[in-house]
T-cell receptor, first 112, second 112 residues
Framework: SQQGEEDPQALSIQEGENATMNCSYK?????LQWYRQNSGRGLVHLIL?????REKHSGRLRVTLDTSKKSSSLLITASRAADTASYFC????????????FGKGTKLTVNP | NAGVMQNPRHLVRRRGQEARLRCSPM?????VYWYRQLPEEGLKFMVY????????ESGMPKERFSAEFPKEGPSILRIQQVVRGDSAAYFC??????????FGPGTRLTVT
């Protein structure tokens, strides 16, 4: 499996519920980033968490990072229909170049 | 403060033609990255450039693909003699100091 794999692959929830997406990776990293992509559109940078950080908040988003388990989670609280999108985590390998390695993403559907 | 700009947004080419994709990084950003996204997939790294230098081209196909980031003007991803398999969305990202990549809207290339 590749670096930066998200699960679940698809998630369908009702508006107002929380959505949790997970990401696992293989090598040591400098940073982990979460992006959102609406269908057929570009990527929107949501949040960056550094390898020495454990948790970060931004509005309704909460990201955690566990470097011992090589995993991260993205929590979206009080979801809205507008949160419907694909969510990707991306990692940059420590000691390597700055290229980001993406997983296949989690497709989130928030039903009104 | 304009974000990363890419043009064209959509490009249709017949097999055997050349495709040129342009990327203007955010103001103050000197690092440019190109990624390719196939349908229902995550982004795959292609090349990382700084002004006038290719830093990492480990994701570039060996033939027909080239990239440049001249001293003046946008970064160019060039695909010669396109084939159907080149149909994809091509995203450019830029960063200021190699931390936190910000993506453009992408160019959707269709090869007929």
């Amino acid at each position: 499996s590749q670096q930066g794999e998200e699960d679940p692959q698809a998630l369908s929830i009702q508006e107002g519920e929380n959505a949790t997406m997970n990401c696992s990776y293989k090598t040591s990293i400098n940073n982990l980033q979460w992006y959102r992509q609406n269908s057929g559109r570009g990527l929107v940078h949501l949040i960056l968490i550094r390898s020495n950080e454990r948790e970060k908040h931004s509005g309704r988003l909460r990201v955690t990072l566990d470097t011992s388990k090589k995993s991260s989670s993205l929590l979206i609280t009080a979801s809205r229909a507008a949160d419907t999108a694909s969510y990707f985590c991306a990692t940059d390998a420590q000691g390597g170049s700055e290229k980001l390695v993406f997983g296949k993403g989690t497709k989130l559907t928030v039903n009104p | 403060n304009a974000g990363v700009m890419q043009n064209p947004r959509h490009l249709v080419r017949r097999r055997g033609q050349e495709a040129r994709l342009r990327c203007s990084p955010m103001k103050g950003h000197s690092h440019v990255y190109w990624y390719r996204q196939l349908p229902e997939e995550g982004l795959k790294f292609m090349v990382y450039l700084q002004k006038e230098n290719i830093i990492d081209e480990s994701g570039m196909p060996k033939e027909r693909f080239s990239a440049e980031f001249p001293k003046e003007g946008p970064s160019i991803l060039r695909i010669q003699q396109v084939v159907r398999g080149d149909s994809a969305a091509y995203f450019c990202a830029s960063s200021r100091d190699r931390v936190g990549q910000y993506f453009g809207p992408g160019t959707r290339l269709t090869v007929t």
